[in-house]
């Protein structure tokens, strides 16, 4: 059964450089990249944040794409893929309106010297900041060809990776999914939507 990406390569498109990061999900499915449960969804209305103090992470691509939402209108993304990630101090927060006003839900783990583990990433994302260290990066690749499982668009513009550090990680998505996410320490509050991971 073939993997179905949560987000659309968009053929044309080229996105500036950037590095992907684990978020946190309530889609924590086992076998999703190996094709035993296919993932094709549309994404909410938000846009949420994630945020890390570190993460480490091995096998990495990212080309330029689109994540469909119910209403049928395309949010533009940079695709950002990873094998195999740690992350120290992972942060995710989402504000929602509702008919009672704003309501957040923020979500912590980590952190105390354990940090979560995610493994076969696909991130739908529209900003990132952090200090970044490449190992055997190719930039300008063509998307197809990423020695990753998942792939872009042929022609389309991408870069790829063997590792990949993110220090001070902040990062905004629209979607993301993974085959395990383990989340040590994790702790789930709501908020009066003031209190975000950055």
């Given at each position: 059964?073939?993997?179905?990406?949560?987000?659309?390569?968009?053929?044309?498109?080229?996105?500036?450089?950037?590095?992907?990061?684990?978020?946190?999900?309530?889609?924590?499915?086992?076998?999703?990249?190996?094709?035993?449960?296919?993932?094709s969804f549309a994404v909410?209305?938000?846009?949420?944040?994630?945020?890390?103090?570190?993460?480490?992470?091995?096998?990495?691509?990212?080309?330029?794409?689109?994540?469909?939402?119910?209403?049928?209108?395309?949010?533009?993304?940079?695709?950002?893929?990873?094998?195999?990630?740690?992350?120290?101090?992972?942060?995710?927060?989402?504000?929602?309106?509702?008919?009672?006003?704003?309501?957040?839900?923020?979500?912590?783990?980590?952190?105390?010297?354990?940090?979560?583990?995610?493994?076969?990433?696909?991130?739908?994302?529209?900003?990132?900041?952090?200090?970044?260290?490449?190992?055997?990066?190719?930039?300008?690749?063509?998307?197809?060809?990423v020695n990753t499982a998942?792939?872009?668009?042929?022609?389309?513009?991408?870069?790829?990776?063997?590792?990949?550090?993110?220090?001070?990680?902040?990062?905004?998505?629209?979607?993301?999914?993974?085959?395990?996410?383990?989340?040590?320490?994790?702790?789930?509050?709501?908020?009066?939507?003031?209190?975000?991971?950055?």
């Amino acid at each position: 059964m073939k993997f179905r990406s949560l987000t659309r390569s968009h053929t044309g498109r080229v996105v500036l450089a950037a590095v992907p990061v684990a978020v946190v999900s309530s889609l924590l499915m086992a076998g999703v990249a190996n094709g035993a449960v296919p993932v094709s969804f549309a994404v909410s209305g938000s846009q949420f944040q994630i945020s890390a103090s570190q993460l480490d992470g091995t096998g990495f691509s990212q080309y330029a794409g689109v994540a469909p939402d119910t209403a049928g209108k395309d949010h533009q993304v940079a695709i950002a893929n990873i094998k195999s990630a740690t992350l120290a101090d992972l942060c995710q927060s989402v504000v929602t309106d509702t008919p009672m006003g704003k309501v957040g839900l923020l979500i912590t783990a980590g952190g105390g010297g354990s940090p979560a583990s995610a493994s076969d990433l696909q991130i739908g994302m529209t900003d990132l900041k952090g200090d970044s260290t490449f190992g055997n990066i190719r930039i300008g690749v063509d998307a197809s060809t990423v020695n990753t499982a998942a792939k872009g668009g042929v022609g389309d513009f991408a870069q790829d990776a063997d590792t990949v550090k993110i220090a001070n990680l902040q990062q905004t998505a629209w979607s993301t999914q993974a085959s395990v996410f383990t989340l040590t320490g994790m702790h789930v509050q709501l908020t009066d939507g003031s209190k975000g991971c950055f």
